[in-house]
């Protein structure tokens, strides 16, 4: 996204969240996982308002205090849409959204892609924050730093049962 795309987002009360973690999963496995039901989510009933995208719900997770046993968890209960992986020049792209299952007008709104190529998961779109002058206020100073670390973590969840999904079965107990 350019610079003066992310400026006209800002105009209209949108921001840009570009996310990113390592892939240690094979790409197309990874791709293969989406396009069919992923293991951390429950299909929903209820189909996303987007044509072509499959609802899912999750809890979304936001990690805060570092790796080590000193650490926070916050978690909402939101709904993933996830479009069908298409192949890129370096890997795959697939249309992504969530939002707050409950109390969603206190919530952001994502929409984007999601971007899988060889060793690396990334996230790129637009988020619109809750609460207009207010909300993007707060967004500058906290919010855009709970997106982000949201967006890290559904990546490193979406590696792990790429992952998963790789390993050899294990031998059954005799």
């Known amino acids: 996204m350019s610079a003066r795309a992310d400026r006209a987002s800002e105009l209209r009360g949108l921001v840009r969240l570009a996310a990113t973690e ?15 039901d992923p293991p951390w989510a429950s299909l929903v009933a209820h189909p996303s308002e987007v044509p072509g995208l499959r609802r899912y719900a999750l809890d979304l997770r936001l990690r805060l205090g570092g790796e080590g046993a000193r650490f926070t968890t916050f978690s909402k209960a939101a709904l993933l849409d996830i479009g069908t992986p298409a192949r890129t020049a370096s890997g795959w792209a697939v249309e992504c959204g969530w939002r707050a299952s409950s109390a969603a007008p206190l919530f952001p709104v994502f929409s984007g892609k999601l971007l899988i190529e060889p060793g690396e998961l990334a996230i790129d779109g637009l988020y ?7 909300g993007r206020v707060a967004d500058r100073m ?12 559904l990546l490193g969840e979406i590696d792990r049962a790429g992952r998963a999904l790789e390993r050899p079965p294990m031998p059954e107990d005799a």
């Open 128 to 134: 619109a924050p809750p609460g207009g002058v207010i």
């Open 22 to 36: 390592p892939l240690g999963a094979d790409p197309d496995r990874v791709a293969a996982m989406l396009a069919s």
């Open 142 to 153: 906290l919010l855009q730093v709970a997106a982000n670390g949201t967006a890290r973590w």
